[in-house]
């Protein structure tokens, strides 16, 4: 019902910078939460940035400082601007949405496929 589709992901050099961007498209009525994870080979996935259901935004302590999180509701899509990226910043890249597709109904955490970044020292 609700799709997300990532892209932006890349190689580049340690202290370089990416953007990353998803959509979200399908049956949505309202979107409540919607942020980027990452995870990388080995480790768990982890927050970087979001907007909350509070709509105030959260980054992890690791991206303060060097990542953006944006977004354009109007066409249902976030972005992330990554900058001075280092090596340890290397892992695919996931967006989620907290999505309410029908009033009344119960909101529901999608996932897109996520985008991989790479990060060459």
């Known amino acids: 019902q609700v799709q997300l589709v990532e892209s932006g992901g890349g190689l580049v050099q340690a202290g370089g910078s990416l953007r990353l961007s998803c959509v979200a498209s399908?049956?949505?009525?309202?979107?409540?939460?919607m942020g980027w994870y990452r995870q990388a080979p080995g480790k768990q996935r982890e927050l970087v940035a979001t907007?909350?259901?509070?709509?105030?935004?959260d980054y992890a302590d690791s991206v303060k400082g060097r990542f953006t999180i944006s977004r354009d509701s109007a066409k249902n899509t976030i972005y992330l601007q990554m900058n001075s990226l280092k090596p340890e910043d290397a892992a695919v890249y996931y967006c989620?949405?907290?999505?309410?597709?029908?009033?009344?109904?119960?909101?529901?955490?999608?996932w897109g496929q996520g985008t991989q970044v790479t990060v060459s020292s």
């Open positions: 989620s949405a907290d999505v309410q597709t029908a009033w009344g109904t119960i909101p529901f955490d999608y």
């Open positions: 399908g049956t949505i009525y309202k979107i409540y939460a």
């Open positions: 907007f909350t259901t509070s709509d105030t935004t």
